[in-house]
């Protein structure tokens, strides 16, 4: 169920792309690790940017990851959907179980990969289509058969955004604002029926407003996805997550700077008890 293997016989296109029958699948055991990551690192070229890092992420839950900019947050949450593998000069390393699958074993198929686990990103990128083509995009290269409006519909509610555009799904995307821009972009990654969505710092451009329901989607949709999120906004990572890790950076003698994971642990404990005065001075403000 869970392969990515390129040579085996495709899936049924509803299994793959009907949102509905997702809903339908047996409740995962929320204790379930979806991601095993032992001795992570990053290289761009010669430069070691992100390294040690080894954590286990659950299904049915938010994952935080936090630290100050430039300590790896966004190359390491490219490792978990291989979009590290469009930059030619990033070599990873360690491993990266997904549903126990080598995610960068040599028969997966790195496309099936970016379907399961998709992204949202910091500035809300919609496409220059209509709302309703913006949605329908994943299903339509994937050749999804059922009804491509039922679909959209769904992902549209699904995002909280289907009552503000269901009686102008034929305009622009950019005619929305910019949080319901990025509700669009989240529908867009639901539609093709994931696995898990990372989003990387996907409020940073968003007012208090439309940041409130960014989050408050984010608790909604971990009932039935894994999320993972980068966030710069320590208070956002209290608020919504699960468990959270906090990177830094260390600099050696030589001058290099690479990110490094301090500590992984209950949200709670990161924020009241954090066992590593690296953390404690970070989440106090003191440092970053
Ligand atoms: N495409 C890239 N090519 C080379 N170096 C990169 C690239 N992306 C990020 N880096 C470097 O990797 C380090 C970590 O960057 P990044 O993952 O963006 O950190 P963060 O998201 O925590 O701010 C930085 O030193 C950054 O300059
Ligand atoms: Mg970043």
Known sequence: MTDLTVNEPPMTPTNLYSVTDAR??????????????????????????????????????????????????????????????????????GTIQYRSEDLYGSR??????????GMVFQRPNPFPKSIFDNVAYG????????????LVEEALTRAALWDEVKDKLKKSAFALSGGQQQRLCIARALAVAPDVILMDEPCSSLDPIATSRIEDLMVELKRQYTIVIVTHNMQQAARVSDRTAFFTTDVDDAGNRTGRLVEFDATQTIFTSPSDPRTEGYITGRFG
Not at 24 to 53: K, M, S, T, W
Not at 139 to 150: C, L
């Open 139 to 150: 299903p339509r290269i994937n050749k999804y058969h059922g009804n491509v409006g039922e």
């Open 108 to 117: 997966v198929d790195a496309a099936e990969v970016r379907r399961r686990i």
């Open 24 to 93: 339908e699948l047996p409740a995962v055991d929320p204790a379930e690790v979806i991601f095993e990551i032992r001795d992570c690192a990053v290289d761009y070229g010669n430069h070691r940017a992100v390294a040690d890092v080894t954590l286990d992420i659950r299904a049915q839950e938010i994952t935080a990851i936090i630290g100050p900019s430039g300590c790896g947050k966004s190359t390491f949450l490219r490792c978990l959907n291989r979009m590290n593998d469009f930059i030619g000069s990033a070599k990873v390393s």
